[in-house]
């Protein structure tokens, strides 16, 4: 016989870990949960390899209304995700996202802020001179304008956050096991059982697709296509002699980034389309610095001018090419297949609310909380695009 979980998920990193959480710690689900994870060292998920950042300045609301959610869940979570009386620990770094408009992107950053400031954001709208004196060390040229998160946006730690979920479901019952989810067994329109490269097969009651750069690849095991693909985001680290006090998550108007980490720097881009090919492997693309990173940082803040390179690494975003964003909830059929995928490079932030959203979808048959409907696998077929604007 074999085992048999009323709910299977597959991948253990912050996605699949807040889901696993959260089902277990709502009171009207009772079932057996077990966590597949084909790596639990975690060294190559976008969780563990990601820059770790949250922000409210997003465009569309549910996205605001996502990461709103999930900066007072990671404020809350010592207690939260305490064990035993112990509390859970995760830094955050409160230093807030500073974005830069160009005069062609002005009107959008405007119209962005407004979006943010009425569903309850504390976004600060600036312009140049109020920049200049807020950010003395900021070169505005070419800057017509700038949104700065006062509070509520910053950065923490990924795999601390996955440890923390992790610690925490485990305390309340749900099992890990290290293996990957090879096949899925379909009978009247459900998932019934779950095949893994061990050689053994676990029977389910509901299965969640939260297998990060593999979502694809799973979704097509139950018959479901979803426009996910895998595009490879370098980080690159670096220390800079002078002392910036108070330097935000900066985003300048072409979408290259840097924030401090510890003493020093990250920092990083999308690289152009030419140079952004589906991929498998974590080579750096070291040329990305040295091409596009520095001399923008260091046209911007004349103080990047004069750096130290140091290390630098590579991972994997599971971009959504329909419209950038998620892809969350249950499919048509299979009915009880559940989507957690192409987070397009904002998953980590949106892991409290999206593992509470299915907790709630699984045990009620419907979202309580938060509504995330918007996100559903519907919009794909009904060619409805949910377009964010402010992708990173
Ligand atoms: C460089 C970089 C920077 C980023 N910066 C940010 C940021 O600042 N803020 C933010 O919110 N997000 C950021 N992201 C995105 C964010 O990291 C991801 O969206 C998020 O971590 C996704 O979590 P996940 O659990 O869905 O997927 P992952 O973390 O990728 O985990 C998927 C898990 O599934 C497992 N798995 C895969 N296939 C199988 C299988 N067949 N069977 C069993 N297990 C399987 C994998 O081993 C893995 O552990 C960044 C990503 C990268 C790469």
């Known amino acids: 016989m074999p085992e048999t979980y009323d709910v299977v998920i597959a991948g253990g990193a912050a996605t699949g870990s807040s889901t696993a959480y959260h089902l277990a710690a709502e009171p009207a689900f009772q079932g057996r949960i077990l966590v597949v994870e084909r790596d639990l060292s975690f060294a190559r ?33 010592p207690q939260t995700l305490a064990v035993d009386g112990e509390p859970a620990e995760l830094p955050f770094h409160e230093g807030g996202y500073l974005f830069l408009a ?26 140049p001179a109020a920049l200049q004196e807020r950010f003395p060390w900021l070169d505005c040229g070419g800057i017509a304008a700038g949104c700065w998160g006062r509070s509520g946006e910053g950065w923490f730690d990924g795999y601390t956050l996955l440890q923390a979920y992790r610690r925490k479901a485990r305390s309340l019952g749900v099992r890990y096991r290290e293996a990957s989810v090879i096949g899925l067994e379909l009978d009247g329109g459900r998932v019934v059982g779950v095949r893994l490269d061990d050689g053994e097969r676990v029977a389910c009651g ?10 694809a690849a799973i979704a097509r095991l139950a018959g479901l296509e979803i426009p996910v693909v895998n595009r490879k985001r370098c980080v690159f680290t670096f220390d800079c002699r002078e002392d910036l006090a108070g330097f935000p998550l900066l985003i300048d108007s072409n979408g290259v980034y840097v924030r401090p980490e510890g003493k020093g720097f990250i920092c990083g881009t999308a690289p152009p389309p030419e140079r952004d090919p589906d991929c498998e492997d974590f080579e750096v693309d070291h040329g990305l610095f040295e091409d596009i990173v520095w001399p923008s940082i260091a046209a911007r803040v004349p103080a990047f001018e004069a750096i130290k390179p140091g290390r630098a690494w590579a991972g994997h975003y599971d971009v959504n090419l329909f419209d950038h964003n998620a892809i969350v909830g ?10 957690a995928n192409g987070f397009s490079g904002h998953g980590l932030q949106q892991s409290p609310a999206v593992g509470r959203g299915l907790s709630e979808v699984i045990a009620y048959g419907a979202y309580r909380s938060l509504d995330l409907s918007p996100l559903g696998f519907g919009r794909l077929a009904e060619n409805r695009p949910l377009l964010e604007r402010n992708v990173v």
């Open 45 to 77: 998920c976008a969780t563990t390899l990601s820059a770790g950042s949250i922000r409210q300045q997003f465009s569309t609301p549910i996205n605001i209304e996502i990461s709103l959610f999930g900066v007072a869940f990671i404020r809350g979570l």
């Open 102 to 127: 160009s005069p062609a992107g002005a009107a959008q950053l405007r119209s962005n802020h407004a979006l943010q400031s009425r569903l309850g954001a504390d976004t600060l709208y600036l312009e």
């Open 206 to 215: 509901a299965f969640v697709n939260a297998s990060g750069a593999s979502g």
């Open 330 to 339: 249950p499919a048509p059929e299979p009915a009880n297949f559940y989507f």
